[in-house]
């Protein structure tokens, strides 16, 4: 499936933003979604957002209105426009691809993906 690379992470104040990119070198078919997930230590992965080939967009609750995702029209790039940061989101944040299974989302959260980036750490402090 290709590399997969996250860049942009870093350490931020609560309420201040970064932007998430990975960047994969293999065009990604269009029955499948890309997204994001999260994972901090001592808790479960998280599914944060995916986007269809089309574009639909789905998010997790508890960053909903505050993420954006998106992906370049080549669809070999991801995005995570991520504002209004708060410490809960503090994690590390792996791209993924080839996410399959009828809800992106849900296929996120069970691992149903092709293939990962080896992440990109997010710390929000107080």
């Known amino acids: 499936q290709g590399q997969l690379v996250e860049s942009g992470g870093g350490s931020v104040q609560a309420g201040g933003s970064l932007r998430l990119s990975c960047a994969t070198s293999?065009?990604?078919?269009?029955?499948?979604?890309m997204g994001w997930f999260r994972q901090a230590p001592g808790k479960q992965r998280e599914a944060v957002a995916t986007i269809t080939y089309a574009g639909a967009t789905k998010y997790a609750d508890s960053v909903q209105g505050r993420f954006t995702i998106s992906q370049n029209p080549e669809k070999t790039t991801l995005f995570l426009q991520m504002d209004n940061l708060k410490p809960d989101d503090t994690a590390m944040y792996y791209c993924?691809?080839?996410?399959?299974?009828?809800?992106?989302?849900?296929?996120?959260?069970?691992?149903?993906?092709?293939?990962r980036g080896q992440g990109t750490q997010v710390n929000v402090s107080s």
């Open positions: 993924a691809t080839e996410i399959y299974g009828v809800d992106c989302m849900e296929g996120l959260s069970k691992g149903m993906i092709g293939g």
């Open positions: 293999v065009y990604s078919a269009s029955q499948y979604c």
